[in-house]
């Protein structure tokens, strides 16, 4: 945009961050208020059939409370056996990724480490512990890094004014 129009920018405020972060600050500042959010782009508030809807559900499951994300969604993704091919792709399991605007799939990978050691439970549970995580030598080493990476601010990765990054950088 910058070299199509003089004086005009456009930043992504969480630029610097990824969604595990994300999911992190979103619980950690705003406690009850992410159960009110949606993002669905075929239907409000969730579908709870789309990439993008099982993703934030496992992420909402991962950092807030599992049960009120069930609720919130109006089901249980990780049971769903229609949506299994979905979880393979989101979890980095095919050779392609999902079109939708979502995290790595090693950020999935993460939050259903976490749900994984919650005791959650379900097909795509099954799948993540089959196809991934029986495969690692060292899963909590793996899994510690992961959170290192995808916890971090990035502070150098974004076109933020100084005058923005200085007072978005203390709120992450």
Do not use: R
């Not at 496992?58 to 979905?86: I, N, Q, R, T």
């Not at 990978?109 to 029986?134: M, P, R, S, W």
């Amino acid at each position: 945009m910058q070299h199509t129009f003089k004086g005009i920018n456009c930043v992504g405020i969480t630029k610097p961050i990824y969604d595990v972060k994300v999911f992190k600050l979103l619980f950690y500042l705003c406690g009850e208020l992410p159960y009110l959010t949606n993002s669905c782009n075929f239907e409000k508030p969730w579908c709870g059939k789309c990439t993008k809807c099982i993703y934030v559900f496992a992420g909402f499951a991962a950092f807030g409370d599992y049960k009120k994300s069930v609720d919130m969604f109006g089901s249980d993704s990780f049971k769903d056996e229609s949506l299994l091919l979905y979880w393979e792709e989101l979890l980095g399991l095919k050779d392609y990724l999902t079109w939708e605007c979502i995290g790595h799939p090693e950020e999935l990978q993460l939050y259903f480490y976490k749900l994984y050691n919650q005791g959650v439970t379900g097909c795509a549970i099954d799948l993540f512990h089959e196809k991934i995580l029986i495969n690692l030598q060292d899963s909590k080493a793996y899994f510690q890094q992961l959170e290192l990476k995808y916890s971090k601010v990035y502070s150098d990765h974004h076109l933020m004014p100084n005058w923005l990054w200085n007072k978005v950088e203390k709120i992450f």
